[in-house]
Structure formats: C-alpha cells, structure tokens
C-alpha cells in the first residue's frame, strides 16, 4: 500500500478549478520537501510544483505559474495543489511525491530525486 494517496481529481471544464490533496502516511512528514507531478497520455511525467518542509518555499513549472498554488498542513500530514483557471492542456495523472531528506530547501525537479509516490488521480479538463 502506498504511503501516499491522492484525492481530488474529476472532471472539470475550462476555466474552472479543483483541488488535489495528499496524504502521506509513513515517516515524518513534517521534515520533507514534497512535490506535485503529472504525466499526460503519450508524455513524460513532469515536475509541477514543489513545496519545502516549512512551507516558507515553493517552486512551479512555468506552465502553471499564477495558476495553481501548492499548500501543505504539516499537523495533518496533508499537501495541497489548488489548480486555478484549467486548461485542457492541464489533463494528466496527477501524482504527489516526497524527497525525504529531513529539513532540505533545495526542491527537486527530477522525478528520480523523489523517494515515495502516490498512485494518481486523473485531472480531466473539457474544452
């Protein structure tokens, strides 16, 4: 069972919004950079956001930047993505990672540099 799991996706039109949430159930929590990928049909899957332990520092993809907002509650073991004013190009799997090394300010873009994955919630945007 994954120590992450994803909620939040669905179906939305353009122009509206959703929000993602991940619960992380193993380790501390509290200590982790933890980051939002997404991997649309036919592509690799991509860096979109990145938040560092204290949630002082965040990090987007351009593609998203002023649109969607990365958040964490670290009392509940819980990251955030509000996705704001979606497009069709938002489609994909959305996934939440953590890069567990305690206490890092350095957010990672590479999917490789992260240690524990969700299993997914779809994103589907209807033009």
């Known amino acids: 069972q994954s120590q992450l799991v994803e909620s939040g996706g669905g179906l939305v039109q353009a122009g509206g919004s959703l929000r993602l949430a991940c619960t992380f159930s193993?380790?501390?929590?509290?200590?982790?950079?933890m980051g939002w990928f997404r991997q649309a049909p036919g592509k690799e899957r991509e860096f979109v956001a990145g938040?560092?332990?204290?949630?002082?520092?965040?990090n987007y993809a351009d593609a998203v930047k002023g649109r969607f907002a990365i958040s964490r509650d670290n009392a509940k073991n819980t990251v955030f993505l509000q996705m704001n004013s979606l497009k069709a190009e938002d489609t994909a799997v959305y996934y939440c990672?953590?890069?567990?090394?305690?206490?890092?300010?350095?957010?990672?873009?590479?999917?490789?540099?992260?240690?524990?994955w969700g299993q997914g919630t779809q994103v589907t945007v209807s033009s």
């Open positions: 990672a953590a890069d567990k090394r305690s206490y890092s300010i350095n957010i990672r873009l590479k999917e490789e540099e992260y240690d524990a």
């Open positions: 938040i560092t332990w204290s949630g002082r520092t965040t």
């Open positions: 193993e380790g501390v929590f509290s200590q982790y950079i």
